[in-house]
Nanobody, 123 residues
């Protein structure tokens, strides 16, 4: 089994920054794509940013230029640096990763989700 654990959420004022972290642990052979999603109250979960194992990145238009996704493969960790935060960025942020487990090689890559970390941007 494996799990993703996020950290770094909190309450900030507009224009400030936060850095989210998500560490994968467990019976992991490899990690393919990793990403961050968010869900605001009354809205559907949406992709914020994603990064492949090779480092290619993709961003939602609403965060491009303000957010940066990165990963440390040695630590099985993905980060989301969020700058110039706006009230519209308020949401629960979820980490997502495609993991291949030693004990379940026959399943191939499986998608795992973290428990979520809340980000509130308010003056």
């Amino acid at each position: 089994q494996a799990q993703l654990v996020e950290s770094g959420g909190g309450l900030v004022q507009p224009g400030e920054s936060l850095r989210l972290s998500c560490a994968a642990s467990g019976d992991i052979l490899s990690i393919a794509a990793m990403g961050w999603y968010r869900q605001a109250p009354g809205k559907q979960r949406e992709l914020v940013a994603a990064i492949t194992s090779g480092g290619s990145t993709d961003y939602a238009d609403s965060v491009r230029g303000r957010f940066t996704i990165s990963r440390d493969n040695a630590k099985n960790t993905v980060y989301l640096q969020m700058n110039s935060l706006k009230p519209d960025d308020t949401a629960v942020y979820y980490c997502n990763a495609d993991l291949r487990l030693w004990s379940e090689l026959w399943r191939g890559d499986q998608t795992y989700w973290g428990q979520g970390t809340r980000v509130t941007v308010s003056s």
